[in-house]
């Protein structure tokens, strides 16, 4: 296992625009989480999942903001109507309950 | 809400010294606690975690202590290497494998 996969890496995208983030997770972890990052400062939780269930939504995920986890494997976080303040570094992480707490390297959403 | 926080943003140190990163928490509920080490470029790498039912944990070079007394943890780093050079966060959770709430983070510089 090559740990928590994240893609893209990178995106550049216009204000306005729709943009998809994949997570791949530790294949025996049935948790999911999704933070975001700006520079300089540490993650912020957005919502996390249990299998395919999402548990918990932080009030930083607006109504323009959605993740999916359909079948409990990978996840996808999409951001609708990109502004200039999603510019962020966007981390996936998982679990095995509560054991192995672990990041993915992240996807760095720049919007211009 | 509530968060932890760090108690310095920079922590300059020769090569072999040892390292002390100390980080204030808030909320005294909390009863899992881990600290992370994050590279330029890379997501939040897992140094070692302590449950609230213990007040020291010590693993390869590094040993974290907690005093739920004064609501303060520590990751200590013994014979600090130029490798050890990242940011360094302490997070909290209410429940383990939950949201994590991070601070902001010591960026620790190693010298030779």
């Known amino acids: 296992d090559t740990g928590v996969s994240q893609n893209p890496r990178h995106k550049i995208t216009k204000r306005g625009q729709n943009v998809t983030f994949r997570c791949d997770p530790i294949?025996?972890?049935?948790?999911l989480y999704w933070y975001r990052q700006t520079l300089g400062q540490g993650p912020e939780f957005l919502t996390y999942?249990?299998?395919?269930?999402?548990?918990?939504k932080s009030r930083l995920l607006s109504d323009r903001f959605s993740a999916e986890r359909p079948k409990g494997s990978f996840s996808t976080l999409e951001i609708q109507r990109t502004e200039q303040g999603d510019s962020a570094m966007y981390l996936c992480?998982?679990?095995?309950?509560?054991?192995?707490?672990?990041f993915g390297s992240g996807t760095r959403l720049t919007v211009v | 809400g509530e968060s932890v926080g760090l108690h310095l943003p920079t922590l300059s140190v020769q090569e072999g010294d040892n390292s002390i990163i100390n980080c204030a928490y808030s909320?005294?509920?909390?009863?899992?606690f881990i600290w992370y080490k994050q590279e330029s470029g890379k997501g939040p790498q897992f140094i070692i975690d302590?449950?609230?039912?213990?007040d020291k944990r010590q693993g390869q070079r590094v040993t974290v202590l907690l005093n739920k007394t004064v609501k303060h943890l520590s990751l200590q780093i013994a014979a600090t290497q130029p490798g050890d050079s990242a940011v360094y966060f302490c997070?909290?959770?209410?429940?383990?494998?939950?949201?994590?709430?991070f601070g902001k983070g010591t960026t620790l510089s190693v010298s030779s």
């Open positions: 992480a998982s679990s095995l309950g509560t054991r192995d707490y672990t």
């Open positions: 294949s025996e972890h049935n948790r």
């Open positions: 999942f249990q299998n395919e269930a999402q548990l918990e």
């Open positions: 909320n005294s509920a909390s009863d899992y």
């Open positions: 302590i449950r609230s039912n213990m």
């Open positions: 997070a909290e959770n209410l429940q383990a494998g939950t949201a994590l709430i």
